[in-house]
C-alpha cells in the first residue's frame, strides 16, 4: 500500500514538474523574437529605386543637379560605380534590390547578421540598443552604415545612420550624402516571403522622406556562393528584370 502512495505522489510530482516546465516554454515561446532567419531572393530586380507612392525620388534643387553629374559622369566614364568595379558595399538601400540571394541570421545573442552573396556583404544589426549619436557616428562613416534593431510585434526595425558619401541609393546613381538615414521595417508576409519596406531620409538632397518596398522568397535550399568581381557568377537571368548582358 506504502509503494502504491509513494508512486502516487511521485506521479503528481512529476506531472507538476512537467506542468511547470510547459509554462515555462509556453511563456518564453511567448516572450521570443519572431524567426526570420533563412535565405531569401527579391522578386523582381529594378535598377531604380521604385518608391511605395510610384512617383520619382522627391529631389530638391541639389539633388536634381547631383543626379544629373553622376549620371553624366558614369556615361562618359568620369565616375565610377566602385560597388561593381571594385566590389565595394552597396549602401542602402541599394543592397535591398541587388539580384542575388542572401542570408538572414539572427545570431549571436544581441544581434542580427544580414550575409550578401553579392560583392560578400555584411549588414550587423544590434539589437535593442540605441543608435549612437551623429557626433559618435561622424569619425567612423561605413557603407552600409551602422544599424540597430528592435521588433514591434512581428516586424524588425532597423534604423541605420553613420553612411559614407561614396554609395548610390539605386544602380542609376541616385544621389546621398553622410546626412543619409534609413528605417527599415522587415517582416514575414504571406508565409515563404519576406518583405522590407526602407524609409530614406537626407534633407540635403531631397525635400521629404520616401520609401520603397522590396519582397523577396524565402529560399533555404540555396546555399550563398563565392563572388568576385569581373568573374562569372551564378545564373541571375530567371529573376525578372535582370537583363543578359547584350
Request: with cysteine; charged share 20%; hydrophobic share 35%.
Amino acid at each position: 500500500m506504502e509503494d502504491v502512495r509513494v508512486t502516487v505522489r511521485t506521479g503528481a510530482a512529476l506531472a507538476a514538474l512537467l506542468a511547470v516546465s510547459m509554462m515555462g516554454s509556453a511563456a518564453y515561446a511567448a516572450g521570443a523574437a519572431p524567426d526570420i532567419s533563412g535565405t531569401y531572393w527579391i522578386t523582381q530586380y529594378n535598377a531604380k529605386l521604385q518608391l511605395t507612392d510610384g512617383g520619382e525620388p522627391p529631389l530638391n534643387d541639389a539633388g536634381r543637379a547631383e543626379y544629373a553629374r553622376i549620371q553624366a559622369g558614369l556615361k562618359d566614364g568620369s565616375i565610377t560605380d566602385a560597388a561593381r568595379k571594385f566590389c565595394v558595399p552597396d549602401g542602402i538601400p541599394r543592397v535591398l534590390a541587388n539580384p542575388y540571394p542572401f542570408e538572414v541570421i539572427q545570431a549571436p545573442p544581441g544581434q542580427t547578421t544580414i550575409v550578401y552573396e553579392l560583392n560578400h556583404q555584411i549588414r550587423v544589426i544590434a539589437m535593442d540598443k540605441p543608435l549612437p549619436s551623429d557626433q559618435e557616428l561622424i569619425p567612423f562613416p561605413f557603407y552600409n552604415g551602422h544599424s540597430v534593431g528592435h521588433f514591434e510585434g512581428d516586424t524588425l526595425v532597423v534604423e541605420s545612420a553613420g553612411f559614407n558619401e561614396k554609395t548610390f541609393l539605386d544602380a542609376t546613381g541616385l544621389p546621398h550624402d553622410d546626412q543619409l538615414k534609413t528605417t527599415e521595417r522587415i517582416r514575414k508576409v504571406g508565409g515563404n516571403q519576406l518583405e522590407d519596406v526602407v524609409t530614406i531620409t537626407d534633407p540635403t538632397f531631397y525635400t521629404r522622406p520616401f520609401s520603397a518596398r522590396f519582397v523577396y522568397n524565402q529560399r533555404n535550399e540555396v546555399r550563398l556562393e563565392d563572388y568576385v568581381c569581373g568573374e562569372p557568377h551564378r545564373d541571375i537571368y530567371s529573376i525578372p528584370g535582370v537583363r543578359r548582358p547584350q
